[in-house]
């Protein structure tokens, strides 16, 4: 936390705050939206729109919406980027309910300093980045986090994460590959190969993500209908059908038997 803010309270922070998204969003901030915004009186807005004036932080006349100046436009910045960060961690990280995310975001802005929220951000890349963490690690915790799931699961969980990362490691360069990629569409029956990269295929994508699907993750084509459309795949053990033009939008690296 700046020292300007420091020497805000709470309740002035979020004027700021509120002003700035106002008139991010509809140009101006009146004082009915930002009394609305709130939940508190038009007299009370009044009150605190003086009281920043005075502090330097924002141009106010009377029946006039108020502006920010560039200190105060600064510290509303921070103040944003700090309930943007906690929030983040709350819904992404822990998996709170955005709703719940959001209002213990916006009681936690106040109290966490710069050091602090340093640190957190730098723990949300390590979760979002290391080859231990990801979307995977994330989807683990919600299983943990399930009453109705089985910690006995694990196991399997951990040799997944064993079996990616072998996976990955096993990938070739893409010079390498350039030369030898192709679409899981051309694929034959019967033939494997290595994702190398899932393009935009719509719903399809989150169903292969969620699956561990990611790049270096095998694949096989089990079943090709008449006139090539629909298409079965097998991967981690799964059967998946595709229409030819979500299995398209999927880049592979074909791969020899035992590679």
Not at 10 to 26: F, G, Q
Not at 101 to 108: F, T
Not at 207 to 231: E, N, Q, S
Request: charged share 30%; with cysteine.
């Amino acid at each position: 936390m700046s020292t300007e803010s420091a020497a805000l309270s709470p309740e002035m922070e979020d004027y700021l705050e509120a002003i700035a998204a106002l008139a991010r969003v509809s140009g101006e901030a009146r004082v009915t939206d930002i009394a609305e915004k709130l939940s508190v009186r038009k007299p009370s807005v009044t009150q605190a729109l003086r009281s920043l004036a005075d502090k330097g932080l924002l141009h106010y006349r009377p029946y006039a919406s108020p502006t920010l100046t560039d200190t105060g436009r600064r510290i509303a910045a921070g103040i944003q980027h700090r309930h943007d960060v906690i929030k983040r961690f709350l819904t992404q990280v822990l998996l709170v309910d955005p709703d719940v995310g959001e209002k213990n975001a916006c009681r936690l802005e106040h109290a966490m300093d710069k050091e602090v929220l340093g640190h957190l951000m730098h723990f949300m890349q390590f979760v979002q980045r290391c080859p231990r963490g990801g979307a995977n690690w994330i989807r683990g915790y919600e299983y943990f986090c399930d009453p109705e799931n089985e910690t006995e699961k694990c196991e399997r969980c951990m040799q997944m994460a064993l079996d990616e990362y072998r996976e990955q490691r096993a990938v070739p360069t893409a010079a390498s590959t350039e030369n030898r990629t192709m679409t899981l569409a051309e694929l034959s029956t019967g033939q494997t190969a290595r994702i190398v990269r899932v393009g935009n295929a719509g719903a399809i994508r989150k169903r292969i993500v969620d699956m561990g699907a990611v790049r270096g993750t095998r694949v096989t084509v089990a079943k090709v209908a008449p006139l090539g459309d629909p298409i079965e795949i097998k991967i981690r053990g799964y059967s998946l059908t595709l229409r030819k033009e979500e299995a398209s939008a999927i880049t592979v690296e074909p791969v020899e038997d035992g590679g």
